[in-house]
């Protein structure tokens, strides 16, 4: 059964970074597109950033310059760097493929706050 495990979460000031990681196990990693989403307060979970196997990077709009998504298919791990943080990033974020496949893990809880 694949596991997600997110961590790397923090109390940040506005303009602040965060390097968030989410460790695999179980799964045929390499092949799968990952994911990074997201659920501020009050709100429905988004799809941050994706990465295929081979590295190709997409974002959403609302992270575009700002967040970087990276993996190490060694290591089975999918990285989200975070720059220029703003108090609307407040939320639990979580990496699963695109489609959710996997069971969500808890997640890594994001605070932007001066």
């Known amino acids: 059964q694949v596991q997600l495990v997110e961590s790397g979460g923090g109390l940040v000031q506005p303009g602040g970074s965060l390097r968030l990681s989410c460790a695999v196990s179980?799964?045929?990693?390499?092949?799968?597109?990952m994911a990074w989403f997201r659920q501020g307060p009050g709100k429905q979970r988004e799809l941050v950033a994706q990465?295929?196997?081979?590295?190709?990077?997409n974002y959403a709009d609302f992270v575009k310059g700002r967040f970087t998504i990276s993996r190490d298919n060694v290591k089975k791990t999918v990285y989200l760097q975070m720059n220029s943080l703003k108090p609307e990033d407040t939320a639990v974020y979580y990496c699963?493929?695109?489609?959710?496949?996997?069971?969500w893990g808890q997640g890594t809880q994001v605070s932007v706050s001066s």
């Open positions: 699963n493929t695109v489609a959710g496949r996997f069971k």
């Open positions: 179980g799964s045929t990693f390499s092949l799968t597109t």
């Open positions: 990465v295929t196997g081979g590295g190709a990077p």
